[in-house]
């Protein structure tokens, strides 16, 4: 069973985002206001190379202050396939094509609030193209043995969260199901 709408209020459309106020009845019967994100999705690419370096990226967010680690990510363009995205991100912002591009999950980052799915990818077999970051992307980019990279979210040195999920779903995904005994 699921909710049924009684009344949506655009409250705000942007760029990246729209919030809506969403009057619903829940399977329970009760009837509530809710505020939703409504977000096109993303992808986000683990770039594995030969030796099991990653390729991160070390970029500027000025919604946390700061600097973080992050793999190569980014929105759906409307109509645009989460692989197209992974391999569009991963030329755009650390200069690779994938030979090999496989879909290891998908994540829900905040489904309280926010209907977000964000696509996780292994990208292999990876060849060097032209980088064209965007306007808003201050990065460097960085290699890092995969284990250094898990370490770095023991650490705490690697928070953001699609990160974190990514990283140690490539490292289960490689180690198979031997890993989980």
């Known amino acids: 069973m699921s909710d049924e ?22 399977p329970n019967g009760a009837e509530v206001t809710m505020e939703i994100i409504h977000h096109s999705g993303a992808a986000a690419v683990v770039p594995l190379l030969p030796d099991n370096r990653v390729v991160l990226i070390y970029q500027y967010r000025h919604a ?5 680690w992050e793999v190569p990510a980014g929105r759906l363009d409307p109509g645009e396939l989460p692989e197209a995205c992974a391999q569009r991100e991963l030329a755009e912002e650390v ?16 489904p309280g609030f926010c209907d977000e799915k964000i696509h996780l990818f292994l990208a292999r077999d990876l060849t060097p193209c032209p980088i064209n970051h965007e306007a808003d992307e201050v990065l460097e980019i960085r290699e890092k043995a995969l284990e250094e990279a898990l370490a770095m979210i023991g650490r705490g040195e690697i928070c953001d969260a699609k990160t974190v999920v990514s990283l140690q779903t490539a490292y289960l995904h490689l180690s198979g199901p031997r890993s989980l005994k």
Not at 14 to 25: A, P
């Open 5 to 26: 709408h009684v009344r949506v209020q655009a409250v705000y459309r942007g760029r990246i985002v729209n919030l809506d106020l969403e009057m619903v009845r829940l």
């Open 95 to 110: 200069g690779y094509k994938a030979g090999h591009l496989e879909k290891i999950g998908m994540i829900m980052t905040t």
């Open 64 to 68: 946390v202050g700061g600097y973080i």
